[in-house]
């Protein structure tokens, strides 16, 4: 048995027998994991509201041979992100954070800029910036960052390269695929492409490679944002293996 | 020792290790204690298994478990029929009677908002509580969710909900437990409580 300590965020906790957590973090030094927390449901609980989705929280674990659960231990707050829990649209936007990095990521695989994408992009709501627009900016640097970065110099059909003589304009995004189909090919499959806009394609290039610190200043409205939203909510459809809860969904109710 | 996977023994094994927190080992403890213990007690277990599934149903006002078409808090006719206290299971209905504190009804939704497992408004009784404050006669409604993530996004959803109605919403305190000491308190617990304080 070992001890260990890494800052680490919350993606995700249930309850377990009679007063116990099993709670799922990604951490800075260990990757995706997850830990039992005994009597983190009683009152009087050492843990207090640490291991609560979207905290950050330095934590420290015992490690047993041969179990994938680790034990925690200890759990000291780092930051808590007060508005996610007051406002249902930056906590919706926040769950699909947690929920996509928890879907694309394995255990015990660290990667420090996936933590401190999932960081920024809780500070960001926390913030107040715009819930929908920063959880979009957030997928699609978060899948450049885990392997599933959509394709946009070639077809991912075909495999040709959009050279000058290919006009990526009449290109379409496939789900399936992960990227751009060139037009014949999209013809053959029309069913399973969805439309991409110059500008649309545009942003993608820009949120994949731009510093973190500048994508806050990137923009998407009216066709754009739409196109946009469409495409990445399809292609995180595809990467997860399962819908995830929309972004909007805890979308402020209707008076019946 | 091994349990042949065809026959009664493992399919009571089967049964159990569907229930929350028994896990397959416990499972087989569990029934190999049933098959050691007189016939009498086990099918006295199997008998209230039966009697509860068929002789309890969920109150057709505020949800909570009842042997009859209302619970017995909803036909006490002594209850503060003003006051609505919601919460999410009825073992928390219970807890909060223990008190002795409260006297209005009660309000149970079966569940959560989880924008983290998808969980929505369809999926909880929250209809069926603003179908309550229709009748007119509820003045406060008092939201004892949980103070965890599922419980706050319900307790923020039912708010917007409920207050075109003109009822008052309120939400339960949160603070140290009593006999703690504050030093020990975590940070999102000290803020609500200082948030949350009073005048003496």
């Given at each position: ?11 995700k ?45 330095d ?41 996509l990095?928890?879907a ?46 959509p ?87 595809v ?5 995830l809860?929309p ?8 008076s019946? | ?20 927190g ?18 009498e ?16 149903a ?84 008092i ?40 030093e ?17």
């Amino acid at each position: 048995m070992s001890q260990l300590k890494t800052p680490a965020i919350t993606l995700k906790s249930r309850k377990w027998g009679e007063a116990d957590r099993i709670v799922t973090f990604y951490s800075l030094r260990f990757g995706k994991l997850r830990g039992v927390a005994r009597g983190a449901r009683r009152m009087k609980s050492r843990f207090g509201s640490a291991l609560e989705p979207f905290i950050h929280c330095d934590l420290n674990l015992f490690e047993k041979r041969g179990d994938s659960l680790y034990r925690i231990t200890q759990a000291d707050i780092q930051e808590t992100f007060p508005s996610l829990r007051e406002d249902l649209a930056l906590m919706s936007g926040a769950a699909r954070m947690v929920n996509l990095v928890a879907a694309v990521t394995a255990e015990g695989d660290p990667s420090p800029r996936v933590f401190e994408t999932l960081l920024g992009g809780l500070r960001s709501l926390q913030e107040g910036s715009e819930p929908g627009l920063t959880t979009l900016l957030f997928q699609i640097r978060l899948l450049g960052q885990t392997g599933f970065r959509p394709q946009t110099d070639h077809c991912t059909a075909c495999g040709k390269e959009f050279g000058k003589s290919r006009r990526v304009g009449l290109a379409r995004f496939s789900p399936q695929t992960g990227g751009l189909v060139c037009a014949p090919c999209a013809s053959r499959h029309p069913d399973r492409c969805l439309p991409l806009s110059a500008g649309s394609l545009a942003f993608i290039q820009q949120a994949l490679h731009v510093p973190a610190s500048v994508l806050p200043r990137l923009k998407a409205t009216g066709r754009v944002r739409h196109d946009l939203e469409a495409a990445i909510e399809s292609y995180v459809t595809v990467v997860a293996g399962k819908r995830l809860p929309p972004v909007d969904f805890l979308a402020p109710p209707v008076s019946l | 020792m091994s349990v042949d996977q065809q026959g009664l023994l493992a399919q009571l094994i089967r049964e159990l290790v569907r229930l929350p927190g028994i896990g397959q080992k416990t499972a087989q403890r569990l029934a190999f204690h049933i098959l050691k213990t007189e016939r009498e007690e086990a099918l006295r277990l199997a008998e209230a298994i039966r009697a509860v599934k068929e002789g309890l149903a969920f109150c057709r006002l505020c949800r909570n478990i009842a042997e009859k078409e209302l619970c017995e808090f909803c036909r006490d006719p002594k209850r503060d029929r003003t006051k609505i206290l919601v919460v999410e299971e009825p073992s928390t209905l219970y807890a909060i009677e223990r008190t002795g504190g409260f006297h209005g009804l009660y309000h149970v939704l079966l569940g959560s908002l989880s924008p983290l497992e998808g969980v929505g408004p369809s999926d909880i009784r929250a209809q069926e509580l603003v179908d309550r404050l229709k009748e007119g006669e509820v003045q406060e409604v008092i939201l004892a969710t949980n103070p965890t993530i599922e419980g706050e996004a319900t307790a923020i959803y039912l708010t917007k909900l409920i207050k075109p109605y003109g009822v008052r919403v309120s939400r339960i305190a949160y603070g140290i437990p009593v006999g703690m000491d504050i030093e020990y308190a975590d940070e999102v617990t000290l803020i609500k409580s200082i948030e949350g304080r009073r005048d003496l």
